[in-house]
């Protein structure tokens, strides 16, 4: 299995402020990295560096070892064993669904082709699909042929840009783990590129956020959305309740907010004030018990599985969400009271990214 390793990338398009800013990321062999960020903000960019359709400015890319593009080396895309999914299949019209998988088996012979165009339409779950042509599929199945095509010729590395766009959400979730499972089955390398937070933590073992054309922060899902990097993070993952702290004398884990007094994942380094950071989740409806932070709830919102209480507390500026997971005791204009759950992050000061798009 094969690693990705790209450092230090910069392009820009013009005079105008460089799109990537020294993207430094490693994938490793065989693990599915979901490349996460604003609209504008450079992931298709990286997505056509590392496919060798646009040369870097600075910086390089390797597979397995192998420069494909760097200072004095630009390898061909034809040349990288790097497949691709684009957005909505892209598949060739004229071509029935075996030759579509078969496009890129050039070289090989005619009876080891057909055993492989076979074994891709099962992989993916369509097996005797080949005589059908490219319009009588549904949108789900043309993706998973294009992740076929893409994985018939051994890519070292797949390359998957925002691939679920076009699917309605029913249908996304499925195709989504399919392809999942796919990859999972040839061990290749993969980099999905998207801007759906719910599909990059559901989907990949990986997750790199991408700001100001840099990573701001690469770990598993559960790092990158319990361990957020700064707020900026958090809030781009998922909801973020931020209020201001107060440490605890040094070396505690603990912070005085107008929540009441929140455990820390960690005791803060450095500055006594600064933003404690919580889930939605973390916080809990009471009842409003004497001594107890107490608010009013402003609005509900029911999402099926849950629903959001948005609660103005005394001593806030801004009102809190709080997810509430069954039934919600309290109607707009009610008093409630919250209490918190699990740790916080503690993080010093709110990054104010430079606006992309
Ligand atoms: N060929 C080009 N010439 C000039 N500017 C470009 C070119 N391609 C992209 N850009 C600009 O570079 C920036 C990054 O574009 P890119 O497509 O990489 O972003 P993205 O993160 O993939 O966005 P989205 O999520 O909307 O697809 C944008 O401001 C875009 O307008």
Redesign the pocket.
């Known amino acids: 299995m094969t690693d990705l390793q790209i450092k230090g990338l910069v392009k820009a398009?013009?005079p105008?402020a460089a799109?990537?800013d020294g993207l430094d990321l490693t994938v490793p062999g065989g693990a599915l990295a979901a490349v996460l960020?604003?609209?504008?903000?450079?992931?298709?960019?990286?997505?056509?560096i590392v496919a060798g359709f646009?040369r870097p400015d600075a910086g390089s890319v390797a597979v397995g070892g192998r420069v494909l593009s760097g200072p004095g080396a630009h390898i061909a895309p034809e040349r990288r064993r790097v497949g691709i999914v684009p957005q909505e299949g892209a598949l060739f019209p004229h071509l029935s669904v075996a030759r579509n998988v078969a496009y890129g088996l050039s070289g090989v012979d005619r009876t080891a082709r057909r055993a492989r165009v076979e074994k891709m339409l099962e992989l993916v779950g369509l097996a005797g699909y080949g005589e059908r042509m490219p319009h009588e599929l549904s949108g789900g199945q043309q993706q998973r042929i294009a992740l076929a095509r893409a994985l018939a010729p051994e890519p070292q590395l797949v390359l998957l840009?925002?691939p679920f766009n076009a699917l309605d959400s029913a249908l996304r979730a499925g195709v989504r783990d399919d392809v999942r499972a796919a990859l999972r089955a040839t061990g290749a390398t993969a980099v999905l590129?998207t801007?759906d937070q719910q599909e990059a933590l559901s989907t990949a073992d990986l997750v790199a956020v991408?700001r100001d054309g840099r990573i701001a922060q690469c770990g598993t899902p559960e790092d990158v959305y319990h361990r957020p990097a700064d707020p900026w993070v958090a809030g781009f993952v998922g909801d973020a309740v931020l209020v201001s702290g107060t440490a605890d004398a040094a070396g505690a884990a603990t912070a005085a907010t107008a929540l009441g007094r929140v455990p820390l994942a960690a005791a803060p380094a450095g500055p006594r004030e600064g933003l404690v950071l919580l889930r939605p989740e973390q916080l809990r409806l009471t009842d409003a018990a004497p001594g107890e932070t107490c608010g009013t709830v402003t609005d509900v919102r029911f999402y099926g599985h849950d629903a959001m209480a948005t609660v103005t507390v005394e001593g806030l500026d801004a009102p809190v969400d709080v997810r509430v997971p069954g039934p919600v005791p309290v109607r707009p204009g009610g008093r409630t009271g919250i209490q918190v759950t699990g740790e916080a992050t503690w993080h010093p000061a709110v990054v104010s990214p430079r606006a992309?798009?």
């Not at 960020?37 to 056509?48: D, N, Y």
């Open positions: 398009y013009g105008e799109v990537l960020g604003p609209s504008g903000c450079g992931k298709t960019t990286m997505l056509r646009l840009d925002e590129v801007h991408v992309c798009g």
